[in-house]
């Protein structure tokens, strides 16, 4: 069992910044690619951003490419999202996932309670 918890929602006016966090517990964290979702009101969930277990690799929605960045600290057993120039369409629970897959996960195993992000315009 991995244990994941959220933090650093909020709200943002559009234009400005935030940084997620997701905290691990039980299981070794680096034997997970991780993963960041969300899900906008009335919307289908959808991937927003990966890493690696090593932190080496990461991929991205295209919606989110070159504004978000996500990354790891394994010795902390936490994965971030850092979120700049933040749109309205941007606003939505955000959910941390683990996997046990190492690349390009097509399942995640364990999923967060998720944060909630909103921009407004």
């Known amino acids: 069992q991995v244990q994941l918890v959220e933090s650093g929602g909020g709200l943002v006016q559009a234009g400005g910044s935030l940084r997620l966090s997701c905290a691990a517990s039980g299981r070794t964290f680096s034997n997970y690619a991780m993963g960041w979702f969300r899900r906008a009101p009335g919307k289908e969930r959808e991937f927003v951003a990966a890493?690696?277990?090593?932190?080496?690799?990461?991929y991205y929605a295209d919606s989110v490419k070159g504004r978000f960045t996500i990354s790891r600290d394994n010795a902390k057993s936490a994965v971030y999202m850092h979120m700049n120039s933040l749109k309205p369409e941007d606003t939505a629970v955000y959910y941390c996932?683990?996997?046990?897959?190492?690349?390009?996960?097509?399942?995640?195993?364990?999923w967060g309670q998720g944060t909630q992000v909103t921009v407004s315009s």
């Open positions: 996932a683990a996997s046990t897959q190492a690349w390009r996960p097509s399942r995640y195993d364990y």
């Open positions: 890493i690696s277990r090593s932190g080496s690799l990461t």
